[in-house]
């Protein structure tokens, strides 16, 4: 069974430009979370998706970002412009139901210039 | 925000001796769990425990929970310098039902 696919692993680019991550969730996950991690820090939770709806997106800085999970798979993370303070890694998790076991993967770090 | 709070911060042991990480929290909790995280990787699931659970074990690992006070603690015995990772607690409570991490013990097991 393939595990929470995420890409790209690695962006650099200058501030104020756009960028995208995208999440492939583990097949039949209802439950999508996107996490942002700093150096040194723990995930902290963006936004988490139940299905197509965003059940709790009171973390994601609105002004700037945004995120889709449409038909209920894959999701997008966007993030425009970005700003120097938002160089992180990304990380998507899945899980079947609710907070039970998160599958995680392996992260999209972006570096803003 | 960030609920779970680790204890050490850092732990440097040598291979065969245990490893001993704590974790506290402020609210009521459903469940709390382990993760580990090697350098430049995604998390990994290691143990859940259930609020009304007192101790579970996996393997080399033994975690326990007091609810009484908002902690709990993860056990490696006999380390391997392959458990040299990052260790975060994570709980579930309230009414989103969301996963809350904490800031993680990082731990170094020396050959």
């Known amino acids: 069974e393939a595990g929470v696919v995420q890409s790209p692993r690695y962006k650099i680019i200058e501030k104020k430009q756009p960028v995208a991550f995208w999440c492939n969730p583990i097949s039949g996950h209802n439950t999508l979370y996107w996490y942002l991690q700093n150096l040194g820090q723990g995930p902290e939770l963006l936004i988490r998706?139940?299905?197509?709806?965003?059940?709790?997106d009171s973390q994601l800085p609105k002004d700037r970002f945004s995120a889709e999970r449409l038909k209920g798979v894959d999701s997008t993370l966007k993030i425009q412009p970005a700003e120097l303070g938002d160089s992180a890694v990304y990380l998507c998790?899945?899980?079947?139901?609710?907070?039970?076991?998160?599958?995680f993967g392996e992260g999209s770090r972006l570096t803003v210039l | 925000s960030q609920q779970g709070e680790e204890d050490p911060q850092a732990l440097s042991i040598q291979e065969g001796e245990n490893a001993t990480m704590n974790c506290s929290y402020k609210?009521?909790?459903?469940?709390l769990q382990w993760y580990r995280q090697n350098s430049g990787r995604g998390l990994v699931h290691l143990i859940l425990?259930?609020?009304?659970?007192r101790e579970k074990h996996s393997g080399r690992l033994r975690v326990t929970l007091d609810t009484s006070k908002k902690s709990s603690s993860l056990l490696i015995t006999a380390s391997r310098a392959a458990d040299t990772a990052s260790y975060f607690c994570a709980t579930n409570g309230g009414s989103q039902g969301n996963l809350i991490f904490g800031k993680g013990t990082k731990l170094s097991v020396k050959p």
């Open positions: 609210t009521s909790i459903n469940n």
């Open positions: 998790a899945s899980s079947a139901r609710g907070p039970g076991e998160l599958f």
């Open positions: 998706y139940e299905n197509e709806e965003a059940v709790d």
């Open positions: 425990i259930r609020s009304n659970e």
